[in-house]
């Protein structure tokens, strides 16, 4: 019995003070037949990479970090239009989100590409002009541990806003 509760605490993700982090980009159905999405984020050991989202809806990316301070998050997109002639709808529902998230320390980040909104096909170039002109655009978020646990703190541009909860103390990073 006390073997089996040993394998069920060690069942996390938690292994030997490495952090999971997972990264999560959610498309509209339209969003996603409109343009590929082009994702450069921090992996593992803060490499900068780069992959791209076509055809897809949900886009998931566990990485881990095993030395601290470590940073990860968004980096920067580019959307990447599906020429006009394919679409085929005179409207389309826009919407794109990052998120990411850590179970160990429960932590969450959530961060909107593209507000929720309809578009109408003749705009759709004007649209995705619009939307790639969005300069230096980084979300990183520095973990550090300590005899406490994980602590995280944000970095990004002036103009863009974003909450981190810090789990063990109830405090917010803007």
């Not at 982090?21 to 037949?33: E, G, H, I, P, T």
């Not at 990411?100 to 170039?125: C, H, Q």
């Not at 806003?161 to 917010?172: A, G, K, L, T, V």
Request: glycine share 4%; net charge negative; hydrophobic share 35%.
């Amino acid at each position: 019995m006390l073997l089996a509760i040993m394998s069920l605490n060690s069942c996390g993700d938690q292994k030997d003070g490495q952090l999971t982090v997972y990264y999560n980009v959610a498309l509209s159905s339209d969003m996603a037949k409109m343009a590929d999405l082009a994702i450069t984020y921090k992996g593992e050991n803060g490499i900068t990479v780069t992959d791209t989202i076509s055809g897809k809806e949900v886009w998931e990316k566990k990485i881990r970090l095993d030395s601290f301070p470590a940073e990860f998050g968004l980096v920067d997109y580019t959307f990447i239009p599906k020429p006009e002639s394919k679409l085929k709808k005179d409207s389309y529902e826009l919407f794109a989100e990052f998120s990411a998230f850590t179970r160990e320390a429960k932590f969450s980040l959530n961060y909107d590409l593209v507000n929720p909104f309809n578009l109408k096909r003749e705009k759709s170039a004007l649209f995705f002009d619009l939307a790639n002109d969005h300069d230096d655009v980084p979300i990183l978020v520095t973990a550090t541990k300590d005899q406490n646990g994980f602590k995280f703190s944000g970095k990004s541009r002036p103009d863009v806003y974003i909450r981190i909860n810090n789990p063990e103390d109830n405090s917010e990073t803007e």
